[in-house]
């Protein structure tokens, strides 16, 4: 994308890209839960793995090969591990790593307990509807901030935006019923549009020729993150209630933001 797109326009298409999968994100809940109904739990898991076999083919044909700005030099695993190091030694693109990394992640924490919090305020499957909201307010942020915030006040909000994820998640506190708990979600999620303003100040620091690397490492870092919190959520619901493990992840996002606040400020050190 950086070689296709360049300066704001970057970060305008990165926004596209995620609105892109979130509404992906949003409509397969519901298709989910209509072959769920009509099929039962087993025909849902069949349409999917035929589904993501189709994915497969659709990009396999359908992307054009561009050439890669490095070649690895003898093992491509040797290469990657060096490269991966290199970064993670620098000290401003450590910070950006762990700034897209840290916040958002913690905040996802919170989305494990949904469903016992659902179950335990109406219905288990109600659940869906913070799921969606989770997915709306993904979508929502990433449209207000890429497409009408400039530049400058994008990278002057990733900080307020970073706080915003785990701020309302406090609210469960209060135990609200799930309509008011969705729109917390949507709130809290809508924060998850801070990375935007973290975008060009990260294609800055990392050199052209290990680019692609760098941002597969963010890309491929927040799942890997993603599925650690998650387990460590489950541990902890065995522990406490759904509603505690919720706020303490609330609290562990917006602690890591207030740590990472100078990088995710725009007076970042480079």
């Known amino acids: 994308m950086p070689e296709i797109l360049h300066g704001p326009q970057y970060v305008l ?22 072959l769920v109904v009509t099929l039962g739990t087993r025909g849902a898991l069949w349409v999917a ?34 490269t991966n190091g290199l970064l993670l030694r620098t000290r401003a693109i450590r910070g ?48 207000l901030v890429g497409r009408f915030v400039g530049p400058v006040l994008q990278e002057r909000l990733s900080f307020w935006l970073a706080l ?36 060009l100040r990260f294609l800055s620091v990392v050199p052209a020729s290990v680019r692609a690397q760098a941002f597969g490492l963010i890309y491929s870092g927040i799942p890997a ?7 460590l959520a489950g541990a902890l ?6 509603v505690t493990v919720i706020v303490v992840f609330a609290l562990a996002s917006g602690v890591s933001s207030l740590l990472l606040a100078p990088h995710l400020r725009v007076s970042s050190p480079a």
Do not use: K
């Open 225 to 231: 993150m993603q599925g650690m919190v998650l387990a």
């Open 13 to 34: 298409g990165r926004a596209v890209l995620n609105m892109t999968s979130y509404s992906a994100q949003a409509a397969g809940f519901a298709f989910g839960g209509v």
């Open 164 to 199: 915003l994820l785990g701020a309302p998640l406090l609210c469960f506190l209060a135990q609200p019923n799930v309509a008011v708990a969705s729109a917390l979600c949507f709130l809290s999620a809508s924060g998850a549009s801070y990375h935007l303003g973290l975008q």
């Open 49 to 82: 793995t035929v589904v993501s076999l189709a994915a497969v083919v659709v990009l396999g044909f359908g992307l054009r090969p561009r050439p890669a700005r490095l070649v690895a030099t003898g093992s491509a695993l040797r290469q990657t591990w060096r």
């Open 96 to 143: 950006l790593l762990l700034s897209h990394w840290l916040p958002v992640t913690l905040a996802i924490g919170a989305e494990a307990l949904f469903v016992p919090y659902a179950a335990g305020h109406g219905g288990a499957s109600l659940a869906s509807a913070m799921f969606w909201a989770i997915a709306a307010g993904n979508f929502a942020g990433d449209l």
């Open 237 to 242: 619901a065995e522990l406490m209630s759904p």
